[in-house]
């Protein structure tokens, strides 16, 4: 049973262009949460999402940033004109249920440079 | 609002001997609570939980302790081994379904 994947490993992107984030969660998991992580910090939550619906978006910046979690395919975290201050790792997590009294299984995380 | 602290930033111990990790949090109602042991360029990792129901519970190597009169966590490791050495961290479930993470500590085993 392959765990949390999450592509690509690492994003390097200019200032300006867009950053797609792939998630694949793990077989039987309808949940996805992404979370972001700068250099010395913990995850900050961003979004959580089951199959076509978001739940709970209060950690997304305003704008430029979007998520979906289609019916079929992996769940995708966007990012519009990065800035530089984008640049952090980004994990996906999956869950069979909501995560009130469940853990989470997360990724290895996408490491996304903004140049 | 919410939020999970740890108390010491880092925490340096010697092989073998046992390791405690602290945490605080400040949401009262929260009856979920997980460690997650994250390695240098990998995704967290999940290490034992407890629910609000319990003040201690048991894995290999470790024992998880949670005191709710002052909402304190705390991460036991027994005989620390090298392998050990990672960003240990503390995450509270909310009634929302999202995990919240406190800022980390850091465990350096010296051998």
């Known amino acids: 049973n392959a765990g949390v994947m999450q592509n690509p490993r690492h994003l390097v992107r200019r200032r300006g262009q867009e950053a797609r984030l792939r998630c694949s969660p793990m077989?039987?998991?309808?949940?996805v949460y992404w979370y972001r992580q700068l250099p010395e910090e913990g995850l900050k939550f961003m979004v959580y999402?089951?199959?076509?619906?978001?739940?709970?978006e209060s950690g997304m910046p305003k704008e430029r940033f979007s998520a979906e979690f289609p019916k079929e395919g992996p769940s995708i975290l966007r990012i519009q004109q990065v800035v530089r201050g984008d640049s952090a790792a980004y994990f996906c997590?999956?869950?069979?249920?909501?995560?009130?009294?469940?853990?989470?299984?997360f990724g290895s995380g996408t490491q996304l440079s903004v140049l | 609002g919410e939020s999970v602290g740890l108390h010491l930033p880092t925490l340096s111990v010697q092989e073998g001997d046992n390791s405690i990790i602290n945490c605080a949090y400040s949401?009262?109602?929260?009856?979920?609570f997980i460690w997650y042991k994250q390695e240098s360029g990998k995704g967290p990792q999940f290490i034992i939980d407890?629910?609000?129901?319990?003040d201690k519970r048991q894995g290999q190597r470790v024992t998880v302790l949670l005191n709710k009169t002052v909402k304190h966590l705390s991460l036991q490791i027994a005989a620390t081994q090298p392998g050990d050495s990672a960003v240990y961290f503390c995450?509270?479930?909310?009634?929302?379904?999202?995990?919240?993470f406190g800022q980390g500590t850091t465990l350096q085993v010296k051998p």
């Open positions: 407890i629910r609000s129901n319990m």
């Open positions: 999402l089951q199959k076509e619906n978001i739940i709970d």
């Open positions: 995450a509270e479930s909310s009634n929302t379904g999202k995990l919240i």
């Open positions: 949401n009262s109602a929260s009856d979920y």
């Open positions: 077989k039987g998991h309808s949940h």
């Open positions: 997590a999956s869950s069979p249920r909501q995560a009130t009294n469940e853990k989470l299984f």
